[in-house]
């Protein structure tokens, strides 16, 4: 196996107010700082969506939507001629649609990778407060000269990031494509410098048997997942199989039947001969795989933080801070525009349009040992 070492874990403050009947912390994420819409009500929410379909036809603008963002905003997305997917598809269609406006349902990460990759287009996002544990936890000062302590290191960073820490890459990955990435500089012998998440770092170390200096980061979602809790779970459904997300512990993946991104585990609740799944990641996702397997069960995988006195709370607070009011907003006024700086920008693109062109690749069985060679510091 290849070496392993990992910066100490990063630890990430997070606002957590009392709840106001108890005095406690609140366990759910729904509670956390973020600025979580009220759900409309029925009448509200088919004007909002009159509306937004409407404003997306006379502003020219389609929408991306992450499988993790509230329902009706995976569902709007598809009914106009948009996309629902992990990131990578989002900024694989932001790039080649041809509408001038893009309106991207996700975290900040998101809209500035699409702004990036479509700099002449309007980005446009519901809330630009909507922000990633992981990005959060991966300053791009300190992440610079954590690789200058590593000059002898390619560096490869997940998606999750700012795009002045994409600018520092060499290579920009998603969930998706990271463990061929790696495998391919891998065996070219090359030595990787990986952020931000230990998790998702810690298993393409194992599966690859890459030599990797990783940065210590996690997803408060995904960390909060407990291999005691699924254990148990498990007991009480002895058919099921788990889907786990590789940003989750160790000892949470080690219990999974299948372990991939987001579109792998689309693919493995279609593909596996199983009728009850237990999931461990964003719940967001289970509305897409109830949509696509309806006569299958799917069950959110246990968490149990500090002070969480719920089972389950396993929702991204920036993710539920997409509503439909925000998005009728940003398209009727302007606001909520993305922008990256263009020498940013430039920078930012070079990483991503490596990993666009090394999956454009694999995808059609094409060779690319020639998109990995001599890039980086190896």
Known sequence: MGLELTLPVIEVDYEQPLDAAEGSSACSTRHAWARVPPEPGPKEREALKARIRRLLRERDAVMVSHYYVHPDLQDLAEETGGLVSDSLEMARFGRDHAARTLVVSGVRFMGETAKILSPEKRVLMPDLDATCSLDLGCPADEFDRFCAQHPDRTVVVYANTSAAVKARADWLVTSSCALDVVRALNAQGQKILWAPDRHLGDYIRRETGADMVSWGGACIVHDEFKALELELLKQQHPAARVLVHPEAPADVIALADAVGSTSAILSA????????????????????????????????????????????????????????????????????????????GLRARVPIDRMLAFTAALRGGQPVDHLVAGIGAA
């Open 269 to 344: 609740a279609q593909r596996m001969d199983a009728s009850e799944f237990i999931v461990a990641t964003d719940s967001g996702m289970l509305h897409k795989l109830r949509t696509l397997n309806p006569g299958k069960t799917f069950i959110e995988a246990p968490t149990a933080g500090n002070s969480a006195t719920c089972k389950s709370c396993a929702h991204c607070p920036w993710m539920a801070m997409n509503g439909l009011a925000g998005l009728a907003q940003v398209l009727e006024t302007g606001a909520g525009e993305v922008h990256v700086d263009p020498a940013l």
